[in-house]
C-alpha cells in the first residue's frame, strides 16, 4: 500500500516549514502534518493504524519532517516523478534505521524544541483528510504481507525522548509520555529528577521542587506552553519562593516536558540553572472521540490509608479537522503521614546555667521535639483546550486549566525549648567538634520560676491552593512572515485558612540529649502520655493569604531568510505584569479555657517513630483530638489583626525583546539572538519596630542584556558536538526582596527580606558531545561552568518581635562564585526488550562568604545519579529506578543541611487488550529517611529525622 500527501507546486518540496507534531499513531500525525503545512492527504487509516510515530518540532522540509516521523518504524517517505510525496510500508527487514534517516536531514535541521511554540505554515492550499482508493497497484501486496513494527511504550518513550534532544539546537533533555495519561510517574517532579542533571527536593515522600545543576529550585523556571504558571504554598511559614510547586501539577495532563539548559533568545529569561516547559495535549492533534481514563488506588504504607485516584480525559473534533476541544478531569486523594524528630535554632551562643555558670560561645540548640505531622491531600482539576483553523493561514488555541489543592493537616509535637518558662539549665555536657567548636550535646532544665517549661504542642490546620490558567494564542501564516501573539493570565491564591495553635503546658525537671547522631533523646520527670498531667496554656488562631498572578502578552515574528550561514529570522516583544502579595493574621492567645489534655487526647500509632533514633527518644506522648479542637476552637469568637511584619507586596513590570537567528553551514545548525529586559520592581512592607510599623514602597529598574549562542555540528551520522554560551540572571526569591519578617513564636526562629539585595547574574558556557550508536542509545558527555556574579548570603540575627527574641535569618548581596560539573549519560536496549538508562552529574560549587572563607552554595549536590533498568515484552512491561542525590545546604537557617539521600521506586504494567491495562508502581521501596542537620560537618546538630514510609499504587487503565 502506497499513502500519498498531494503538492499543488513541485517546488513546495523544498519549502520548509515550523511544525510542531507530538508523538502519536501514524495516521494522526500524518493528518497533522498535511495540516500544518496545508497539502492534501490521501490515505487509508487500516494499514497504519498501529504504528507510532515519532514527535518532531522545528523547522523542516516536508521530506526532512517524513523522515524524523518515520524513523524507526516500517515506513518511509519518498517522491514520485510526479512530485508526490508517497508513504509506503515496507518488510521488516527493509526497515530504515535511525542513521539511514538522520543522514538524510544532517545538513538542514533547524530550530530547536522551543520553536514548537511558535508555529509557522507557509502553502496556501487546502487541507483534506480522507480515505483514498490504491494508487499504486505494484505496491499493494507488499504493504498488505508487511509485518508492522509497534513503537510505544517505555522504549518508545526512550526513542522520542532521543529525537528531542538530538534534533535540538541548544542542550536539552525530554521526557515523553508512554500514552495518553501515562506519564512515567505519578508526580512530574519524580519524572523529572531521572533527567541528567536535575535532581529534586521531597516534601512529605512526594517531589515538589526542581533543582538543574546545582542550582536552587527558585533559580529555575517552570513554563506551561512557554507560559508563567502562578505557585504558591500552604505552609504558614513557607517562604515565598520563586520555584514552581509541582505538587500542583498533575502528571495526566502533561504530553512531554523539555528541560532547557542552555537558553535562547525567544525563551524567559529568569533562569540560572534551566527552564523546564511542559506541554499539554491539543484536540486536533489526537483522533475524534478518544477517551483515556484510570481508576487507582493509592495506599500508603505508613498511615494505613487507602485513597482513589481517578482521571479521565475525552477528545472530539469535527469532520473538517479546523475545530476540537479536549477536556481532562482529575480527583486524586493521599492521607499522609511523616514521623519525626526535630530540633532547630543550633548556633554560638553564650549558655548560662541555673547556678550561673558561664560557657561562653558554645554551639548551642534552640529546642527540639518528637513530632508526627499528618495531612489529607485531595487534588481536583480541570484542563479545557479549545482549537479553531478558521482558515487555511490561521490558528488560535484556547487553554484553560483549573486546579484546587485542599491539605488539611496536624502536627502533633512535644517539645523540649531551652528557656521556655524562664528555666535554665542545670548541668550541661560538650562535645568538642572541628567545624564548630564545643557543643552543647545533652542538658538537663530546671522547673520554671514563674510557670511551665514543657509544651506539648498541636498544629491544627485548614489549608487549600488553586493555581488557574487562561492562555489565548493566535497564529497566522503568510506568505513571508509568520506571527504568531499570544495573551494570558495565571493566578494561584490560598494558603492556611485555619492556624490553630494549641499548647499544653507543664512543669516538670527535663533532658536531652543529642550524642547519638539522627536521634534526640529526652527525658521527662512527668510521664508526656498522661493527658492528666498537661494543662491548656494558650489556643491561639493565625492564619495566611498567598496570591501570585501574571498577566502577559507576546507578540513574535518569524520568516525565512538566506543570508550567508543564517537561514531563519525570528523576533518579538513581551510585557509580563507580575504580582506576589502574602499577608498573615493571628489573634491573642487565650490563657482562660481550663482545658485539660485528659479531655481531648488521643493514643499516639503505636509505630510512631518505629526504626528511629534511638532507645531513649520519646515515641508515646497524649496527642490531641484535632476534630474536637475545630470544633469547640472555631465556635469561640476570635478578633484577628495584621501581622505586619509578615505583609508584603512586590510588582514586577517586565518588558523585554528579542531577536534570534538561526545557522545553518553544511554540517553546523543553532542559533544566535540577544535578549534585552527591563524590569521594572516595586516592593512594599511594614518597617519599624513592633507597633509602630508604617508601610513603606521602595522601587528600583534594571537592565540586562542577555546574548545566547548555541551551535551543534554533526562530526559523523552519529555524533553530535554542541557548544552553548550566554548570559543569564535570576531574579531574587520574593520573601527575599522585602523586609517582611515570618517567625514562629514558639520555635523563636524564623527568615526575612532585604529590598536592598540584587538579581543573581551570570556567564556560562557548556561543551558536550552525544553518541547515538543504536536508535534507543546514547552515550553522552556535557561540561558545563557558570560564573555566578553574586550569590546571596543568609545571616542570622536576633530581633524581637512581639516582645519575644527570634533568630531571623536575612539575605545579604555575597560575593562572586563559580559552579562548574560534568553530566554523563548513557541509554541502551540491551536485549530484546531490556534497557538501561543511566546517568551522573558532578557539580563543583566554590562561593566565599564575606569575610572570604569557603562557604557551601545553597542547593548545589556534589554528586547526582540515576539510574533505570526497563523490559517489556508483549503485553508486559517494567521499570525500576534509583536516585542518588548527595547532601547540600537548603539556603535556610531551617532545615540547614540536608544529608545525602537515595531512593528506589518501581512500576509494572501489564495489557489485557489494546484498550485496557493492569498498573502497579511503588515509590520508596527501601523506606529511606530524610536526615537534616544545622551545617554541614555537624551531624549531632540535627535539625530533623523525617520518615515518610512506602506508597503502592495499583489499578487499571483505559484508552479508545
Request: net charge negative.
Amino acid at each position: 500500500m502506497v499513502f500519498s500527501i498531494q503538492l499543488t507546486r513541485a517546488s513546495e518540496i523544498d519549502a520548509r516549514y515550523n511544525l510542531q507534531i507530538p508523538s502519536s499513531e501514524a495516521s494522526i500525525a500524518l493528518k497533522s502534518l498535511a495540516r500544518q503545512t496545508k497539502h492534501s492527504l490521501l490515505f487509508q487509516n487500516i494499514e497504519i493504524e498501529s504504528v507510532t510515530t515519532n514527535a518532531i518540532s522545528g523547522t523542516y522540509t516536508l521530506k526532512q519532517a517524513l523522515d524524523l516521523l518515520l524513523e524507526g518504524t516500517n515506513l518511509s517517505g519518498g517522491f514520485t516523478e510526479s512530485k508526490v510525496i508517497t508513504i509506503s510500508a515496507l518488510s521488516q527487514e527493509e526497515t530504515k534505521t535511525p542513521e539511514d534517516n538522520m543522514d538524510k536531514v544532517k545538513k538542514k535541521t533547524f530550530l530547536n524544541s522551543l520553536a514548537s511554540a511558535f508555529l509557522a505554515i507557509f502553502s496556501s492550499s487546502s487541507v483534506v483528510a480522507e480515505e483514498a482508493t490504491e494508487t499504486e497497484s505494484d505496491t499493494s501486496s507488499e504493504s498488505e504481507s508487511a509485518h508492522v513494527l509497534v513503537v510505544t511504550g517505555i522504549r518508545g518513550s526512550v526513542v522520542k525522548s532521543l529525537n528531542t534532544k538530538r534534533n535540538a539546537e541548544s542542550i536539552v533533555d525530554a521526557i515523553t509520555a508512554e500514552d495518553i495519561g501515562k506519564f512515567p510517574d505519578q508526580n512530574v517532579a519524580e519524572s523529572l529528577q531521572r533527567i541528567t542533571g536535575v535532581s529534586i527536593t521531597r516534601a512529605f515522600g512526594e517531589g515538589e521542587r526542581v533543582s538543574i545543576r546545582g542550582t536552587t529550585d527558585s533559580q529555575n523556571r517552570t513554563l506551561l506552553n512557554g507560559q508563567a504558571v502562578g505557585s504558591v504554598d500552604w505552609w504558614t511559614n513557607s517562604a515565598a519562593s520563586r520555584g514552581f510547586n509541582y505538587t500542583m501539577l498533575p502528571s495526566e495532563i502533561v504530553s512531554d516536558l523539555e528541560v532547557y539548559k542552555s537558553p535562547q533568545a525567544d525563551l524567559d529569561e529568569g533562569s540560572i540553572g534551566g527552564t523546564i516547559i511542559v506541554r499539554t495535549r491539543q484536540p486536533l492533534d489526537l483522533d475524534a472521540h478518544s477517551f483515556f481514563g484510570s481508576a487507582l488506588a493509592q495506599h500508603s504504607e505508613l498511615s494505613g490509608e487507602t485513597d482513589p485516584q481517578l482521571s479521565g480525559m475525552y477528545s472530539w473534533k469535527n469532520q473538517n479537522e479546523n475545530f476540537g476541544m479536549l477536556v481532562s478531569l482529575i480527583s486524586q486523594k493521599r492521607n499522609l503521614r511523616r514521623d519525626g524528630i526535630e530540633a532547630w535554632s543550633w548556633a554560638n551562643k553564650t549558655v548560662t546555667l541555673e547556678d550561673g555558670t558561664v560557657y561562653d560561645n558554645v554551639y548551642a540548640p534552640g529546642g527540639g521535639g518528637s513530632a508526627m505531622f499528618l495531612q489529607d491531600r485531595q487534588r481536583t482539576g480541570i484542563n479545557a483546550t479549545f482549537q479553531l483553523e478558521p482558515t487555511e493561514n490561521t490558528s488560535m488555541v484556547f487553554n484553560v486549566i483549573d486546579n484546587t489543592l485542599k491539605l488539611d493537616n496536624e502536627n502533633q509535637n512535644f517539645l523540649w525549648l531551652v528557656g521556655y518558662g524562664g528555666s535554665q539549665y542545670t548541668s550541661a555536657n560538650f562535645l568538642s567538634n572541628d567545624t564548630v567548636g564545643d557543643i552543647l550535646i545533652s542538658g538537663t532544665f530546671g522547673l520554671s520560676p514563674t510557670g511551665n517549661n514543657i509544651l506539648d504542642e498541636t498544629k491544627v490546620r485548614n489549608s487549600k491552593m488553586t493555581t488557574e490558567v487562561y492562555d489565548f494564542k493566535f497564529e497566522h501564516f503568510g506568505d513571508v512572515w509568520t506571527t504568531t501573539l499570544q495573551l494570558g493570565t495565571t493566578e494561584a491564591k490560598g494558603g492556611t485558612q485555619a492556624d490553630r495553635s494549641v499548647g499544653w503546658e507543664g512543669n516538670a525537671v527535663h533532658s536531652f540529649s543529642a550524642a547519638n547522631v539522627e536521634s534526640i533523646e529526652t527525658s521527662y520527670a512527668l510521664d508526656p502520655a498522661n493527658g492528666a498531667n498537661w494543662n491548656l496554656g494558650f489556643l491561639r488562631y493565625d492564619n495566611n493569604d498567598a496570591k501570585d498572578d501574571e498577566t502577559y502578552f507576546q507578540a513574535d515574528f518569524l520568516r525565512e531568510i538566506d543570508l550567508s550561514i543564517f537561514s531563519q529570522l525570528k523576533m518579538g516583544i513581551k510585557h509580563r505584569d507580575h504580582s506576589r502579595f502574602n499577608t498573615k493574621m493571628t489573634t491573642d492567645n487565650r490563657t482562660d479555657l481550663g482545658w485539660n489534655l485528659a479531655d481531648y487526647s488521643l493514643p499516639i500509632p503505636s509505630d510512631f517513630l518505629s526504626g528511629q533514633g534511638s532507645a531513649g527518644t520519646l515515641r508515646n506522648y497524649a496527642i490531641t483530638n484535632s476534630n474536637q479542637i475545630r470544633a469547640e476552637g472555631d465556635a469561640l469568637n476570635w478578633d484577628y489583626r495584621v501581622l505586619k511584619a509578615s505583609t508584603f507586596d512586590i510588582n514586577e513590570k517586565i518588558l523585554a525583546g528579542y531577536f534570534k537567528v538561526n545557522i545553518e553551514a553544511e554540517e553546523l545548525r543553532g542559533d544566535f539572538g540577544i535578549r534585552v529586559v527591563q524590569t521594572k520592581q516595586t516592593s512594599g512592607a511594614y518597617e519599624g519596630a513592633s507597633g509602630s510599623e508604617v508601610w513603606v514602597e521602595k522601587e528600583r529598574t534594571y537592565t540586562d542584556v542577555l546574548p545566547s549562542l548555541n551551535l551543534a555540528a554533526n562530526i559523523t551520522d552519529d555524533v553530535v558536538v554542541r557548544f552553548a554560551a550566554a548570559k543569564v540572571m535570576s531574579r531574587p526569591d520574593y520573601n527575599a526582596m522585602t523586609a517582611f519578617t515570618s517567625y514562629n513564636r514558639e520555635t523563636q526562629t524564623g527568615t526575612g527580606g532585604n529590598p536592598n539585595i540584587d538579581a543573581f547574574r551570570a556567564n556560562q558556557f557548556d561543551i558536550g558531545v552525544e553518541w547515538y550508536f543504536e536508535e534507543a542509545a546514547l552515550l553522552s558527555a556535557v561540561y558545563f561552568h557558570k560564573d555566578i556574579l553574586s550569590f546571596l548570603e543568609n545571616v542570622a540575627g536576633l530581633e524581637v518581635h512581639e516582645g519575644v527574641e527570634i533568630l531571623i535569618n536575612r539575605p545579604t548581596n555575597g560575593r562572586s562564585g563559580t559552579i562548574q560539573g560534568l553530566e554523563l549519560g548513557y541509554q541502551q536496549e540491551i536485549y530484546e526488550g531490556l534497557g538501561v538508562l543511566a546517568n551522573y552529574t558532578y557539580v563543583d560549587g566554590e562561593a566565599k562568604d564575606a569575610d572570604g572563607n569557603d562557604t557551601t552554595i545553597p542547593g548545589n549536590s556534589e554528586h547526582t545519579l540515576n539510574l533505570s533498568a526497563y523490559y517489556e515484552h508483549e503485553a508486559l512491561s517494567g521499570r525500576i529506578s534509583y536516585n542518588y542525590r548527595s547532601g547540600y545546604d537548603s539556603g535556610t537557617g531551617w532545615p540547614g543541611y540536608v544529608d545525602d539521600y537515595a531512593q528506589v521506586d518501581a512500576s509494572v504494567s501489564y495489557e489485557l487488550n489494546d484498550n485496557v491495562a493492569l498498573v502497579f508502581e511503588a515509590v520508596n521501596l527501601t523506606d529511606e529517611f530524610n536526615f537534616t542537620y544545622q551545617q554541614e560537618g555537624v551531624k549531632n546538630a540535627l535539625t530533623g529525622l523525617y520518615r515518610n514510609g512506602r506508597r503502592f499504587i495499583v489499578g487499571v487503565r483505559a484508552n479508545f
